[in-house]
């Protein structure tokens, strides 16, 4: 494993930038996600790192290796697919062994990394079946087994839990941190999905548009987000992004945002943030409720506890403590005064 | 949602009976034709469709001009005349649907086999009816197109195969042209300096002209039902033919750099080449430097060729019969046979017409009519025609000894025999 | 306008109706197909059991047909030369067309007009092109006169069939090349994606993921080459002018069903001969089924 280092990378297709400027440096052994909504750039990134695109501008790093210009036969990093990309008339052992036989790694420590990858995902008895004998949550499998079996520099991940129904991919998810806290390799991911990245990375990197947006660990996005644009991103569910006179938070140069989750009904601490709204609809969530609130013609969302009896027509109440409010500069969209 | 369900399926529906209706229109009009003729009209009337194989532009005109005069002289008979280019294929495709055109080609090599396929009309009938002088004819152009002691056809015209020897090239060799098969090689070895591969004899690798030698031997190779190609005159025949192969005086056609011996004279390639009349006028059309003339075959024990011939004839389910019969005795009478070998491209095939063709003199040709032997086999022999001249053509290459050779046909003869 | 409710006799007279418009539109290809495939496939089996002529059947003769094709020994050398036609033109068609594939699908310049080109011989008539190749390989031809030689490619039985072969795979190598082109474009380009980034290069990749990935290439390549290659004829009939030569070198099976059809007027004869050699295409392409039949589905 080795760390890697994006150095003011742009890739350019037909004068459209997909990645501008990129500067990233990730440790030898860190686990970071690039986050951001379709078209932000975040596979791009990936695959230059992969070898897959070319770079227009910058350099990635592999170590100190510069590898602009290495074929990804050559980088030593293993990539995980979105569509797994598995060699489909091969058996799971022949897709496993294939990356160490174009090594030509003798045969027996072959069999003996393939045998000891399937025991780590649990694949023994796959072993000798084709992909399409196999269901998705097994194809996956066998996607990481493929990586992990060639003891690369680097684990590469496109979106690799998209294709697998809720409930595999939180199992899923557990499981490939666990393996990555196991085997320690550094591991680049890439997911349009916020609470991946929050709940799996080391470090998160949000892109949109090609830019990057913030570096930093999840609790430093979450608490203090440096745009608008990582602070409705990040958190489930979003924050709430009004102008600020609506709350009277301020004049109308600013943009106020608060969480949902930090919002609490009647009057609370006295110099926080306190506005009426209606009530529309409540959402019933077991040990929370989700409040749908309509304050004039905006929409906000409260995560309330569901002792609160709130009901649909109720106006009520609500206030925001201050060291929770985050305030924006409306036009520029960056942080003016965040998240004390 | 409804009505446009029924206005497609309407379309539907219409579409496929306009196609029905217009395939049935095509196969009644198919119909329409037949017995256009009138039924047993006393004057034979109607139209009448003559079938030929394609042959050149030249020949296909001056066939048109002898059809014009058929029907001026015939006025209530029409002739509608097709070349039909794959002429055995076609025309066996026509008899299988026992709907042949009234008048068409025979070719001697194969008309024994469609006389005994039952396909060809017996002419007898006609003959006697109108008296038709069948005498004139050459009697060996007639025994192809006779069987069970009935007469299927007259010969169109004939070719036999004689020498065309190019002229120039006998002078500059000081030569004279040969008339025996001694001559034939000494003169060959005389040319041998004026042409550029020394090889001044055009060899066929085929049967088709090697057969005359066999004649000028006095051999044959069917007495009755018994093949004879193993007999000693055939053998000796083939010794000499395919000795001058050997013995480095002539090559085949393709060997020397042409389709066929006419082409091989012509590219000045060969001086001497054993084919027929029908080098007029395909020399003088194609290389009309080349100075040439037709010289008699030469003569072994004897004297002996080919006779290659067609005849008119008519189809067992031809339709209009009456009058097919009438265009066949203008043909092959004396009027229509001279206008068609006027211009030097046929023989005629009857001895009491005479021409003055243009072009080199035919006389060497016409002289051959006394032995010159038609070139037609009983039916199955092309299979043995194939076999022989797949073995002469390893012969000459060295791959095959002549005894085994002629064993190997005659064996294949005997078989297509029984 | 009133609405009516859909009772079940109309939705099932609807049914009907629509069933018949179905009927009637594959009705003409169907037809077409019968009559004009099926049927008289049908009839030649059903004369080569008799000696039949163009007015019908002459003689009924069972087996006898087929017995005397196994004597015949002219009919054996056509089996012979057409089997090594075969043999060797499909395994050169299957090459020279997965190269052109492979060569087309590489994002090159120009690339649009290679496989134009490459695919245009493929639209001339065979006999067009065979009337060019007998002035090209004349001993006096192109050829000869590019390489020094001087031999009659055509005329000589060692390069007559073999001339023709050469022509053959040239001719149709366009058309294979589509269809292996298709082939290689319905593999997934994140498989190459996955196999450069373990470590494969480019000829790796093509033995161990491209080829084996092509089985329905291959399939489909080698059974049209093969029933194309048994069925030579054109080729055979105007180098030879019919008669199989030189040396029987060029005599295929489809060229001696024809002259015993043509000129010895042998319809049963000919119809035994078409009856054994579907039946050896029908073996073979089974054969092919069970080697490359079974298709991975990524």
């Given at each position: 494993m080795a760390p890697v280092t994006y150095e003011k990378v742009s890739k350019l297709f037909d004068g459209t930038a997909a990645v501008k400027d990129l500067d990233l440096e990730i440790g030898d052994g860190e686990f970071i996600v690039l986050v951001g909504p379709s078209g932000c750039g975040k596979s791009t990134a990936l695959r230059m790192l992969a070898g897959l695109e070319r770079t227009t501008e910058g350099r990635i790093m592999i170590g100190d290796r510069v590898v602009n210009n290495v074929a990804p036969q050559d980088r030593d990093v293993a990539m995980v697919f979105q569509s797994y990309a598995l060699y489909p008339h091969m058996t799971v052992y022949n897709n496993l062994a294939f990356g160490l036989r174009n090594l030509k790694v003798p045969k027996q420590e072959i069999d003996a990394r393939v045998r000891k990858a399937a025991e780590i995902l649990d694949m023994g008895e796959l072993i000798k079946r084709k992909p399409k004998q196999l269901s998705g949550g097994q194809r996956q499998r066998v996607a990481l087994g493929r990586a992990i079996v060639r003891e690369p520099k680097a684990f590469l991940m496109d979106e690799p839990l998209s294709n697998l129904d809720a409930k595999l991919r939180v199992q899923t998810r557990a499981e490939i941190l666990k393996l990555q806290q196991r085997l320690g390799t550094t591991t680049i991911y890439v997911t349009h999905d916020q609470v991946e990245a929050m709940t799996m990375g080391d470090r998160i990197a949000v892109m949109r548009f090609g830019l990057l947006q913030q570096l930093g660990t999840p609790e430093e996005l979450y608490t203090h987000p440096r745009n608008v644009f990582v602070a409705g991103f990040i958190g489930s569910p979003a924050m709430n992004l009004v102008p600020a006179p609506l709350v009277d938070g301020g004049g109308s140069n600013l943009i106020a945002g608060f969480r949902p989750e930090h919002m609490t009904l009647g009057d609370g601490s006295p110099d926080g943030l306190r506005f009426d709204a209606k009530v529309e609809v409540v959402e019933y969530l077991g040990n929370d409720q989700l409040a749908h609130l309509v304050k004039g013609e905006t929409p906000l969302v409260a995560l309330l506890p569901v002792e609160c009896r709130l009901s649909m027509g109720d106006d009520a109440t609500f206030t925001v403590p201050r060291d929770k409010l985050h305030l924006f500069d409306a036009e520029t969209e960056q942080v003016v005064h965040g998240g004390g | 949602m409804k009505r446009g369900n029924v206005s497609l399926k309407l379309a539907a529906l219409v579409v496929v009976l306009m196609l029905a209706v217009s395939i049935g229109a095509g196969v009644s009009a198919g119909k329409r034709t037949k017995g256009q003729g009138p039924v047993a009209a006393k004057a034979p009337s109607g139209t009448v469709t003559l079938s030929g194989w394609s042959v050149g532009a030249t020949e296909e005109k001056l066939l048109k001009q002898v059809i014009s005069a058929f029907e001026r002289s015939h006025p209530r008979i029409k002739v509608t005349y097709d070349a039909i280019p794959n002429y055995d294929q076609a025309m066996l495709a026509k008899f299988s649907a026992r709907r042949p055109p009234d008048v068409f080609y025979l070719n001697s090599e194969k008309a024994p086999t469609w006389i005994k396929q039952?396909?060809?009309?017996?002419?007898?009938?006609?003959?006697?009816?109108?008296?038709?002088?069948?005498?004139?004819?050459?009697?060996?152009?007639?025994?192809?197109?006779?069987?069970?002691?009935?007469?299927?056809?007259?010969?169109?015209?004939?070719?036999?195969?004689?020498?065309?020897?190019?002229?120039?090239?006998?002078?500059?060799?000081?030569?004279?042209?040969?008339?025996?098969?001694?001559?034939?090689?000494?003169?060959?070895?005389?040319?041998?300096?004026?042409?550029?591969?020394?090889?001044?004899?055009?060899?066929?690798?085929?049967?088709?002209?090697?057969?005359?030698?066999?004649?000028?031997?006095?051999?044959?190779?069917?007495?009755?039902?018994?093949?004879?190609?193993?007999?000693?005159?055939?053998?000796?025949?083939?010794?000499?033919?395919?000795?001058?192969?050997?013995?480095?005086?002539?090559?085949?056609?393709?060997?020397?750099?042409?389709?066929?011996?006419?082409?091989?004279?012509?590219?000045?390639?060969?001086?001497?080449?054993?084919?027929?009349?029908?080098?007029?006028?395909?020399?003088?059309?194609?290389?009309?430097?080349?100075?040439?003339?037709?010289?008699?075959?030469?003569?072994?024990?004897?004297?002996?060729?080919?006779?290659?011939?067609?005849?008119?004839?008519?189809?067992?389910?031809?339709?209009?019969?009456?009058?097919?019969?009438?265009?066949?005795?203008?043909?092959?009478?004396?009027?229509?046979?001279?206008?068609?070998?006027?211009?030097?491209?046929?023989?005629?095939?009857?001895?009491?017409?005479?021409?003055?063709?243009?072009?080199?003199?035919?006389?060497?040709?016409?002289?051959?009519?006394?032995?010159?032997?038609?070139?037609?086999?009983?039916?199955?022999?092309?299979?043995?025609?194939?076999?022989?001249?797949?073995?002469?053509?390893?012969?000459?290459?060295?791959?095959?000894?002549?005894?085994?050779?002629?064993?190997?046909?005659?064996?294949?003869?005997?078989?297509?025999?029984? | 306008m009133a609405t009516e409710a859909r009772t079940e006799r109309s939705i099932g007279s609807e049914r009907v109706r629509e069933a018949l418009v179905g009927y009637a539109f594959v009705f003409l290809p169907l037809a077409s197909f019968l009559i004009f495939f099926f049927y008289p496939l049908g009839y030649a089996f059903y004369i080569s059991y008799f000696d039949w002529g163009p007015l019908g059947k002459i003689e009924t003769l069972g087996l006898e047909n087929y017995r005397d094709l196994a004597d015949d020994e002219l009919f054996h050398k056509a089996l012979k030369n057409t089997l090594r036609y075969t043999a060797v033109v499909v395994p050169c068609q299957m090459a020279l067309g997965l190269t052109l594939a492979v060569v087309v699908n590489q994002a090159l310049r120009g690339r649009t007009f290679f496989r134009a080109a490459f695919y245009f011989p493929s639209l001339a008539s065979s006999a067009a092109i065979t009337a060019v190749a007998l002035y090209i390989l004349a001993s006096d031809g192109l050829l000869n006169a590019l390489i020094g030689t001087d031999k009659a490619w055509f005329a000589e039985s060692g390069t007559a069939l073999e001339s023709i072969m050469g022509l053959n795979i040239w001719t149709t190598s366009g058309t294979m090349m589509l269809f292996y082109l298709a082939a290689l474009q319905a593999i997934p380009t994140d498989v190459y994606e996955a196999a450069a980034i373990d470590g494969a290069k480019s000829w790796r990749t093509f033995w161990r993921i491209t080829f084996p990935l092509l089985k329905p290439g291959h399939f489909f390549v080698g059974v049209v080459s093969v029933i194309g290659s048994l069925q030579v004829f054109d080729q055979a009939f105007i180098v030879s002018g019919g008669g199989g030569g030189p040396n029987y070198s060029t005599m295929t099976v489809v060229l001696y069903l024809y002259n015993q059809a043509i000129n010895d007027v042998r319809f049963g004869y000919a119809a035994a001969v078409g009856v054994i050699l579907f039946a050896l295409i029908f073996t073979l392409t089974v054969v092919q089924r069970l080697v490359f039949g079974r298709m991975e589905a990524a």
């Open positions: - | 039952g396909l060809i009309l017996p002419l007898d009938s006609y003959v006697k009816k109108s008296k038709f002088a069948v005498a004139p004819f050459y009697p060996k152009l007639m025994t192809a197109f006779r069987a069970n002691g009935k007469t299927y056809g007259f010969p169109k015209d004939w070719n036999p195969l004689v020498l065309q020897i190019n002229t120039a090239m006998l002078a500059k060799a000081k030569a004279k042209p040969p008339t025996t098969w001694a001559q034939l090689k000494s003169v060959a070895q005389k040319l041998r300096s004026v042409v550029p591969d020394g090889r001044p004899l055009c060899l066929a690798a085929e049967w088709q002209r090697m057969m005359a030698f066999v004649y000028q031997n006095g051999g044959s190779v069917l007495q009755g039902k018994t093949p004879t190609f193993t007999s000693p005159k055939v053998r000796q025949a083939v010794e000499f033919y395919v000795g001058l192969q050997k013995s480095g005086l002539g090559n085949s056609p393709a060997k020397l750099g042409a389709g066929w011996c006419g082409e091989a004279l012509g590219k000045e390639k060969a001086a001497i080449a054993f084919e027929g009349g029908w080098v007029y006028p395909y020399l003088p059309e194609n290389f009309p430097k080349i100075k040439w003339k037709f010289f008699p075959m030469v003569k072994g024990k004897q004297a002996g060729t080919l006779a290659f011939t067609a005849a008119y004839s008519m189809g067992t389910h031809s339709k209009n019969k009456e009058a097919g019969w009438e265009l066949i005795k203008y043909l092959t009478g004396r009027t229509g046979m001279k206008l068609w070998s006027s211009k030097g491209l046929v023989l005629p095939a009857r001895s009491d017409v005479k021409v003055k063709p243009p072009g080199p003199s035919r006389t060497p040709l016409l002289n051959a009519a006394a032995s010159a032997r038609a070139w037609s086999w009983p039916s199955g022999f092309d299979k043995v025609w194939t076999v022989a001249n797949n073995e002469l053509g390893a012969v000459f290459e060295g791959k095959q000894t002549i005894p085994a050779m002629l064993k190997k046909i005659n064996d294949e003869a005997k078989d297509a025999l029984d | -």
